[in-house]
């Protein structure tokens, strides 16, 4: 907890928030090595510096990135279908982006749902996003998994590395470099999520909330970090470019962290704890208690205590989705909206996250679109 | 029995449901012993393999990979366990060199040989080798290119083999097809000890697998189906066949029932839902087979709507159950074009020639790579716990 005190402090700035519901099919353990110059200049000032700082200096690096493209033109510009020159076909791209529509379509339906509701531009740039993204996370926890060696992440980081300079591998390569050259989109969060792969199958517990919140930011933290550059910033906002990113980056923990909590169950069948350890101990319990999968009283304490934490993390990323553009701004409170009655769910299910699943119903689903419609209308309303 | 007209209706009724069922019972009978024909010649082959019985390498493995449907051929382990497993699978696609490489997750090896989709289609059509000398292990200098497996291909994987010549690759292609297929043996021989240990020491097989397993219905809703199962399916199918045609032709009209609302009479029943009055005077006989036309017709869509969503599921989602993605550096065509710049200084009017062109180094000139999901394998899973890959199981 205390780290997240330390980092809400740091932000500068009204959080805006960001998008990114997109649900994380398996959960990578991380180590604490993070790359990027974060990384170097933390060790240097300050050999022990908490995750959530050096996330923020991500955060920072990104924003920066984004304001001198900023002064250029304007983040939110709505980019008309260009031919593309260049190594790609335009039916073969046409074709590679429905192809991304239909495997986002198969593997995660609420979140695709949430697509439709975005201009066809974004949603394709989003589909590619999530493609890879899903690719990516297969490698470690698909079906190839035991195939998988650090040579196999090299290639795919150096593929990664061909494709943000235009030259993509295979078809659906092609689809997010073509996105790539319509956004100002970065590498670096793709390179995180590499880095969390890596790290993947050495982790199965983690000790404080600092090690599981660079593991969120890793799987989850990144992909909003990928996709502000998509959803774009209304241009009539004054809200730091900072903060944007900050909120979209609380919105991707906000989800880690929210699957964390509706899949205990799920995980300690497979023999892993995604809850600090630390928490648990102050709370009396032990890796045996999840494992037993017994509703007790301290069971429920110490979920009251994770919910409200993620709830903190909801809140953070409210405060800047009203800074997005406004054709955005309806998929991102919609999946918000929705996400966060997962936890409701786990309260209504007495917190026994261990054989229920905790699930919104349709009927539920529907009606947070109205309400998320009506929020979304209200555009930035804070002048600093 | 002279039937009134008043028991069209219930004719035409019991026609609709006497085909349906009848088309049903046929459709789900004909399947399950399709499927429990080539289960048992699977099982067949898995006892003569158990049994020990003599087979040679070469004809197994080589017959094993080639994509030949003609079941008049000596019966092998891979040919039967390809069928066996999903006859869907060897119809939906088309005869394409790539096919082979289905079971290239066998050994992992394989998936770099991929690339020599050329040479495979050459390989294909050769005719059947006879002999084989099984000397495997005469050392080819591409053994020693393969150093690990890697299942993310990058554009400077596809060098390897390039140097060979023809030959010397047909020759590794066929030490390594050997190669797989004795380890196979070994690991079937593992296996048995494995068992052989483990009941020692008392460790319990959970699961026994019974060796004729169910087939899902392609009906919807419809309880999956087995040999026993199936004599259940013809008894009821049987059954409501007779009763309905019993119902038809004798109770009706002997209890003078009619199907329109109130008691009314047909013509009564038409003209009360605003219907057309010459629909009151169709032939009975017209009628009957009308309805039952229309019955077969859509109980036939809904089982092969059924049937078609079911092998999609089974489809890798990423490449669409072909195997391969598009390669984005030639854009599928399997070459590129090389950009030269054309001078105009010289001014001659003669008109620019046709850029060269020189094959995609990222698919070898094939204009497809790799769908790191599948492996190769256009179906959604390709772990080592999945059937298809494991003939002794």
Redesign the interface.
């Known amino acids: 907890m205390a780290g997240v005190i330390l980092w809400m402090v740091c932000p500068k700035g009204n959080a805006t928030a960001l998008l990114s519901l997109i649900p994380r099919g398996g959960k990578k353990p991380k180590k604490r090595s993070f790359r990027g110059v974060s990384a170097i200049s933390g060790a240097v000032a300050n050999p022990v510096r908490s995750s959530e700082q050096r996330v923020y200096d991500v955060v920072l690096k990104q924003a920066a990135l984004v304001k001198e493209q900023r002064g250029k033109k304007a983040l939110d510009l709505e980019k008309t279908s260009e031919k593309t020159d260049g190594?790609?076909?335009w039916d073969?791209l046409n074709?590679?982006y429905d192809?991304c529509g239909?495997?986002c379509a198969?593997?995660a339906k609420t979140f695709y749902l949430g697509t439709l509701l975005m201009t066809p531009e974004r949603r394709r740039a989003v589909w590619a996003i999530y493609?890879w993204c899903r690719?990516t996370d297969?490698?470690v926890d698909?079906?190839?998994a035991?195939?998988?060696?650090p040579?196999?992440?090299d290639?795919?980081e150096?593929?990664l590395d061909?494709l943000f300079e235009g030259?993509?591998?295979?078809?659906?390569?092609?689809a997010l470099?073509d996105t790539i050259s319509k956004y100002p989109v970065d590498i670096q969060p793709f390179k995180d999520m590499i880095e969390g792969m890596r790290l993947d199958l050495k982790k199965s517990r983690y000790m404080n909330f600092d090690e599981l919140y660079l593991y969120c930011y890793y799987v989850a933290g990144t992909v909003g970090l990928m996709s502000v550059p998509v959803m774009g910033i209304a241009p009539e906002s004054k809200a730091s470019v900072e903060s944007v990113y900050n909120a979209a980056l609380a919105l991707g923990i906000a989800n880690q962290l929210t699957n964390i909590l509706r899949d205990v169950g799920e995980d300690a069948r497979r023999g892993r704890v995604y809850l600090p350890q630390e928490e648990l101990a102050r709370f009396g319990l032990s890796d045996d208690d999840v494992f037993r999968g017994q509703v007790t009283d301290r069971w429920r304490n110490f979920m009251k205590d994770q919910i409200k934490r993620a709830r903190m993390f909801f809140d953070e990323a409210e405060k800047g989705v009203s800074e997005l553009n406004s054709a955005s701004r309806w998929p991102v409170w919609a999946s918000l909206l929705l996400y966060r009655q997962i936890l409701d769910a786990i309260e209504e299910n007495d917190y026994n996250n261990f054989n229920k699943r905790a699930y919104v119903g349709k009927v539920k689903k529907f009606a947070s679109l109205p309400v998320a419609y009506g929020r979304a209308l209200v555009g930035t309303s804070k002048f600093i | 029995m002279n039937l009134g007209l008043n028991d069209r209706h219930l004719r035409q009724s019991t026609t609709v449901g006497v085909s349906v069922f009848s088309l049903l019972i046929g459709f789900e009978a004909c399947s399950g012993k399709n499927r429990g024909q080539i289960q048992t010649q699977g099982v067949e082959m898995k006892r003569l393999m158990k049994s020990g019985t003599e087979l040679s390498p070469s004809t197994i493995v080589d017959g094993g990979f080639q994509r030949c449907h003609r079941r008049t051929r000596r019966f092998d382990l891979f040919e039967s366990r390809m069928v066996s497993l999903s006859r869907v699978l060897a119809v939906s696609y088309t005869v394409k060199p790539s096919i082979p490489c289905k079971t290239c997750y066998l050994s992992?090896r394989f998936v770099q040989k991929s690339k020599l989709n050329s040479k495979w289609r050459s390989m294909a059509t050769e005719p059947d080798s006879s002999s084989f000398a099984p000397s495997i292990d005469s050392d080819y200098s591409a053994d020693k290119i393969t150093a690990?497996?890697?299942?993310?291909?990058?554009?400077e994987?596809v060098q390897d083999f390039a140097n060979m010549e023809l030959q010397e690759i047909q020759d590794n292609i066929r030490s390594r097809r050997s190669k797989i297929f004795l380890q196979m043996e070994e690991v079937r021989r593992l296996r048995i000890q494995q068992r052989i240990k483990s009941a020692e020491l008392g460790i319990l097989k959970e699961e026994q697998e019974n060796e004729l397993p169910n087939f899902p219905s392609f009906i919807p809703f419809l309880p999956p189906l087995t040999s026993a199962n199936l004599k259940v399916y013809y008894a009821t199918c049987y059954s409501l066949i007779a009763g309905i045609i019993l119902f038809g032709g004798l109770i009706a009209p002997t209890l003078e029932l009619k199907l329109g609302l109130g008691g009314t009479s047909y013509a009564d029943f038409i003209s009360s839902m605003h219907l057309p009055m010459q629909l009151s005077e169709v032939d009975p006989i017209v009628a009957s087979f009308s309805g039952g036309a229309v019955g077969v017709i859509s109980a036939l869509m809904v089982v092969e709507i059924n049937n078609v969503k079911q092998q999609e599921h089974k489809r890798c989602?990423?490449c669409?159950g072909t195997g391969y993605?598009?390669?984005?550096?030639c854009?599928?065509t399997g070459s590129l074009v090389l950009i030269e710049p054309v001078s105009t200084v010289h001014g001659r009017d003669l008109p620019l020639s046709t850029p060269k062109t020189e094959r995609c180094s990222?698919c070898s000139g094939s204009g497809k790579?790799m769908?790191?999901?599948?492996?190769c394998t256009g179906m959604?899973?390709?772990?080592?716990h999945d059937p298809r890959i494991d003939p002794f199981d």
Not at chain 1, 146 to 149: A, E, L, M, Y
């Open positions: 190594f790609t076909d073969l074709e590679a192809r239909e495997v198969e593997y493609v690719r297969e490698l698909g079906p190839n035991s195939h998988i060696t040579r196999a992440l290639r795919w150096k593929r061909n030259r993509p591998y295979d078809m659906l390569d092609a470099s | 992992s690990g497996f890697c299942i993310i291909e990058g554009p994987t989602k990423y669409l993605l598009a390669c984005a550096r854009s599928n990222n790579v769908c790191p999901t599948c492996l959604a899973m390709a772990s080592e």
